[in-house]
């Protein structure tokens, strides 16, 4: 079974940016659809981004032209890059896996079994 990994997370200025990591381990990354969650204080868990094992991508609106998920299967490891963060980008940040050979992925957490520790973003002045 797969165990990612997280790291990145930080404190930022409004406008400025952050590319989170997901490292993982047990199992090679590609054959996994790999999505990247937050979750506020007092908000459920959203969907912020996902890349399947066929490299197809989906974004939330509210990130779109933003953020960028991509994944390096040499190194087994999935990033966001977030740029032009807000406030309201402040956030646990989750990284998650589910073993898919579907082209298309889910920004639905319900769909993922495996999860990393999650990793603060604040921006904030």
């Known amino acids: 079974q797969v165990q990612l990994v997280q790291s990145g997370g930080s404190l930022v200025q409004p406008g400025g940016s952050l590319r989170l990591s997901c490292a993982a381990s047990?199992?090679?990354?590609?054959?996994?659809?790999i999505g990247w969650f937050r979750q506020a204080p007092g908000k459920e868990r959203e969907g912020v981004s996902c890349i399947s094992r066929s490299d197809s991508t989906r974004y939330a609106d509210s990130v779109k032209g933003r953020f960028t998920i991509s994944r390096d299967n040499a190194k087994n490891t999935v990033y966001l890059q977030m740029n032009s963060l807000n406030p309201e980008d402040t956030a646990v940040y989750f990284c998650a896996a589910v073993y898919s050979t579907t082209y298309f992925c889910s920004t639905n957490f319900v769909n993922y079994d495996r999860w990393g520790q999650g990793t603060q973003v604040t921006v904030s002045s």
């Open positions: 047990g199992s090679p990354l590609r054959y996994y659809t």
